[in-house]
């Protein structure tokens, strides 16, 4: 079995240990059912948010809260080891441009605990602008961030290691998270050879059942790191898996958007 990451927009991060229940219960089921390892999380905006779902985790998983970011990520320890020279992820701030991402990304660097594995991945979680519609000026700054994110971040983090960050043979850069754009825009944007895939529907439509959007994605190098994908990406039907087509409950427990994962390694 490979290396599973999951990104996930949980809507609202302020939760506590009684009323969301349910909430923690469909994380930890993810994890059992889906073999998730890493998960990256959007609008995680709570200080407490990170806290309080490793309390409701088996005690090796790891995490941490951001300084005024709504992005972080969780990981299992036996699994994956956080190896940047810090040893936790960060806001990435460390690119060239004069225009700035309105959230910077959360960048994490991860290697195989579990095996001797001479590789790691580098893990770019954004949450590109909406703008609260959908006219052609709004979607054009969208692209922007995206022109942005898969081009002078994407650049910036994929670099051979050197002195204290380590000496890995084998780098996987990649892209994850809420871009606020679908598949076929995001592909014009950005480096030629950075691919955005996933194009399943992955949020819940206002009113009624079913989805719409296809906001959540993937992008990587598919000529340099296509052979390392085990499994493509693709959504997790969470509202009819989890739920039993329960749209209203999911949307009112868990969230707005569905997970999304893909296997490495």
Known sequence: MGYRICSFNVLRSVRGDDKDREFY?????????????????????????????????????????????????????YRVKECSRQGEPRVFVDYSSKYRLIREPAYGRFAP?????????????I?????????????????????????????????????KDGKFNSVFTMILGDYNLDCLECNTCGLSNIVTLQEEATTLKKEG???????????????VNGSAVRIPPS????????????FTQYR??????????????
């Open 25 to 77: 219960g469909f994380i930890y089921d993810l994890i059992r059912n889906e073999g998730i390892d890493i998960f990256a999380f959007q609008e995680a905006k709570n200080i407490n948010f990170i806290k309080n779902l490793l309390r409701n985790l088996p005690n090796w998983w790891r995490g941490v809260s951001l300084y005024n970011s709504e992005l972080s990520f969780i990981w299992n320890s």
């Open 209 to 223: 059942k079913g989805y719409n959007n296809s906001y959540d994605h993937f992008s990587y190098d598919v000529v």
């Open 252 to 265: 009112q427990e868990i969230s707005d958007h569905i997970p999304i994962k893909i296997e490495v390694l």
């Open 113 to 125: 605990a579990d095996f001797d594995i001479n590789y790691e991945f580098r893990l770019i979680n």
């Open 235 to 246: 959504c997790i039907d969470a509202v009819n898996d989890y739920f039993k087509g329960d």
């Open 127 to 163: 949450h590109l602008l909406h703008g609260g519609n959908n006219f052609p000026e709004t979607v054009a700054v969208r692209k922007i961030e995206c022109d942005i994110a898969k081009g002078v971040i994407y650049q910036a983090v994929d670099k051979p290691p050197t002195g």
